[in-house]
């Protein structure tokens, strides 16, 4: 952005929901905050329109929040958070994995990154699959997709999911100790477009083989 917003602007994204991001304007005011790269529109219906990390860092300067730490885009997705700001994927296990409000909106606005990667490089511009980006990065993209759907990750003595790669190609293994949770990361990993097969360990433990889906 070369120049701050006008003051027009700068009421739609004060007004912006905290914690989504979720704006409201006319089709023009809409259109520019995107040209800005302070907001992009939702590539499902009714596609509505969210602040980028650039949009929420001038929310939060704007009302005097605390700024939190947020991706400018997935481009990251692996290990803890870093206070370069960059986002990092919770493949479970890190130390300092707390859950808190910052974490859950970083989480909303890398996965809403990634499906706006879907659509613009899978075949028609299909959002409900992986992409190729994501097939790239296996382990993280899956750990991404569980934290979305509001799943935690392992850390500490806090039980968790763990996401981890595989001898197998285009596959990772997701681990929780809890059966009900454990099935609930299948689910979220179904819904993300993930195909899903449970197994049986050495130990009669139970865990997840999931690999992206192509068609």
């Known amino acids: 952005m070369t120049r701050p917003p006008t003051a027009a602007q700068a009421r739609i994204i004060g007004a912006a929901d905290p914690e989504t991001g979720r704006i409201t304007g ?3 005011q809409l259109a520019r905050l995107v040209v800005l790269k302070l907001a992009f529109r939702h590539p499902r219906p009714p596609h509505a329109h969210f602040l980028t990390p650039q949009g929420h860092r001038l929310r939060e300067a704007a009302s005097g929040e605390q700024p939190a730490a947020a991706p400018s885009a997935p481009t990251a997705l692996s290990g803890p958070s870093a206070p370069d700001g960059v986002f990092r994927a919770r493949l ?9 409000p910052a974490r859950a909106r970083e989480v909303r606005t890398a996965w809403q990154g990634l499906l706006e990667i879907r659509r613009m490089t899978n075949p028609g511009g299909a959002v409900d699959r992986p992409c190729a980006w994501e097939r790239g990065r296996l382990a993280e993209s899956a750990a991404l997709a569980l934290e979305a759907s509001g ?7 806090r039980p968790g999911y763990r996401v981890a790669s595989t001898p197998q190609p285009e596959a990772v293994a ?3 100790p809890d059966a009900a949770a454990l099935a609930a990361c299948g689910a979220a990993l179904k819904a993300a477009g993930w195909q899903v097969s449970e197994h049986t360990g050495a130990r009669a433990e139970r865990w997840l083989l999931a690999s992206p889906r192509r068609a």
Do not use: F, K, Y
Not at 92 to 97: I, K, M, N, R, S
Not at 151 to 157: F, I, V
């Open 151 to 157: 799943a935690a990750p392992a850390s500490g003595e």
């Open 92 to 100: 479970g296990g890190e130390p300092d994995a707390g859950l808190s």
């Open 26 to 28: 006319s089709s023009a």
């Open 174 to 176: 997701v681990r929780h």
